[in-house]
């Protein structure tokens, strides 16, 4: 199935955390917390402004973000669990390039 949100929503996959922690402790499933960093799959055309144009969404497919606890609804789609929020419920993208650059 295609989706594409409308607006200023974006359609996000949650990212799984670690089953372990750095000391090599395995977290059950029943003390894990849900996730809040997320791949965007799919970005709205924009939210219009009070001129009446389109004003295009920071982030696009691809992109690792940071999100609420709480942000947006959750939606099941061909049997895959995504969230829909609006733009604003994003806190920030999270950019690997400085990782990269310590690993070469």
């Known amino acids: 199935m295609k989706f594409r949100p409308l607006h ?3 359609l996000v996959k949650r990212v799984e955390s670690q089953e372990k922690t750095a000391g090599g402790i395995i977290i059950p499933d029943t003390a894990k917390e849900k996730p809040m960093e997320g791949e965007v799959i799919s ?3 924009g939210a219009r402004d009070e001129n009446g144009k389109i004003v295009p969404l920071d982030v696009k497919a691809g992109d690792r973000v940071l999100f609420g606890k709480w ?11 995504y969230i ?4 604003s419920d994003i806190m920030g993208i999270l950019d690997d390039a400085g ?3 310590k690993v070469a």
Do not use: C, P, Q, Y
């Open 8 to 10: 200023d929503r974006v």
């Open 43 to 45: 970005v709205g055309a």
């Open 99 to 101: 990782a990269k650059k």
């Open 71 to 81: 942000s947006g609804t959750e939606v099941k789609l061909d049997g895959v669990d």
């Open 84 to 87: 829909i929020m609006k733009e």
